[in-house]
Nanobody
Framework: QVQLVESGGGLVQTGGSLRLSCAAS????????MGWFRQAPGKEREFVAA????????NYADSVKGRFTISRDNAKNTLYLQMNSLKPEDTAVYYC?????????????????????WGQGTQVIVSS
């Protein structure tokens, strides 16, 4: 079992930046593939970015590619999402997720059904 807590959300103007963090506790963070998803009002949850257990492989949704960067610090049990050049359409609740059913696979995963543990979310609002 692992617990995930996101932080770093807030209100920012178009073109601004935010860095989200996801702190993991419980079982060891190492070995887990991790991901970020988001859900805007009235919309389904969508994939944002994913990273394998070591941080050597990453994947991004087309809508955020070149603007967002996912990273992790296994020594600190923390996942990050650096968001630059933010747009109003990035407004959403952002969730981090961990895949616990398989460890150290070297892969990243971009489907929400691929993940076993979820945080409570952090709100990001981008004003125009």
């Amino acid at each position: 079992q692992v617990q995930l807590v996101e932080s770093g959300g807030g209100l920012v103007q178009t073109g601004g930046s935010l860095r989200l963090s996801c702190a993991a506790s419980g079982r060891t963070f190492n070995g887990y593939a991790m991901g970020w998803f988001r859900q805007a009002p009235g919309k389904e949850r969508e994939f944002v970015a994913a990273i394998n257990w070591s941080g050597s492989s990453t994947n991004y949704a087309d809508s955020v590619k070149g603007r967002f960067t996912i990273s992790r610090d296994n020594a600190k049990n923390t996942l990050y999402l650096q968001m630059n050049s933010l747009k109003p359409e990035d407004t959403a609740v952002y969730y981090c997720a961990a895949r616990g059913r398989t460890l150290y696979t070297g892969r990243y995963y971009d489907g929400d059904r691929d993940y076993d543990y979820w945080g409570q979310g952090t709100q990001v609002i981008v004003s125009s």
